[in-house]
């Protein structure tokens, strides 16, 4: 099937600096990647929806500022979050859907981040 | 906005037991697609449902659709210790192609 990888892992940064997570699409093209947050036993929410070429859509509530995508390519969208606070801190999740394929979103493992 | 419930949040079975899930939106879905995320892990697509009334089976697993497309079952016979894990349903508007996620529902398996 298809695999999104999403690195790092897991950041730890202190309160003012900047993180970025970038999102793969390994074995299939992704012209649309969608960025979730989850808190701990939460559900997801989205976040904003990264289209190839073209600016990301924010839902409602969440900063464009603070949180920077970009989707330069059709494999790799990345989430930049500026000048983080402690709460910033939360699981950070990507997903992607192959274009007019499927409308199954795949995930990838998911960003814990850290902000001391 | 739409919104997307599902109970219970929390569900505590003994081993061989079944559990059922229910999912139900504010709105009426073009599909609803179901998602399994084990502790620690990320959400992994299970199946997805488009036609009104439509049942699946994935070995233990059956999913329904409802007749409005407005609500969607998981029901899990003989359960068994792998099944644990939060289990999501996640509605899909074709208007704007986004996925809203149900609340999930905590699934644990006493041994």
């Known amino acids: 099937g298809a695999v999104v990888s999403q690195h790092p892992s897991r950041v730890i940064c202190k309160s003012g600096t900047s993180v970025k997570i970038e999102c793969r699409s390994l074995?299939?093209?992704?012209?649309?990647m969608f960025w979730y947050r989850q808190f701990p036993k939460q559900s997801l929410m989205l976040m904003a929806t990264?289209?190839?070429?073209?600016?990301?859509?924010?839902e409602q509530g969440v900063e464009k500022d603070k949180f920077l995508i970009n989707h330069a390519s059709l494999t790799l969208s990345t989430l930049t979050v500026t000048s983080a606070h402690p709460e910033d801190s939360s699981f950070y999740i990507c997903?992607?859907?192959?274009?007019?394929?499927?409308?199954?979103?795949?995930f990838g493992p998911g960003t814990r981040l850290t902000v001391t | 906005g739409q919104q997307v419930m599902q109970i219970p949040q929390y569900q505590h079975v003994q081993e061989g037991e079944d559990f059922t899930t229910y999912c139900n939106s504010s709105?009426?879905?073009?599909?609803i697609q179901w998602y399994k995320q084990r502790p620690g892990g990320h959400p992994v697509f299970l199946i997805q449902?488009?036609?009104?009334?439509e049942v699946k089976k994935q070995k233990r697993l059956t999913f329904q659709f409802g007749e409005a497309k407005k609500n969607s079952s998981l029901h899990i016979t003989a359960t068994q210790t792998t099944d644990v894990g939060t289990y999501f349903c996640?509605?899909?508007?074709?208007?704007?192609?986004?996925?809203?996620f149900g609340t999930g529902t905590r699934l644990t398996i006493i041994p």
């Open positions: 997903s992607a859907r192959e274009w007019q394929i499927s409308y199954e979103q795949y």
């Open positions: 074995d299939f093209q992704a012209t649309t």
């Open positions: 990264s289209n190839e070429g073209s600016k990301a859509t924010y």
């Open positions: 709105t009426t879905l073009s599909n």
């Open positions: 449902l488009v036609k009104s009334g």
């Open positions: 996640a509605g899909l508007n074709f208007g704007n192609e986004k996925l809203t």
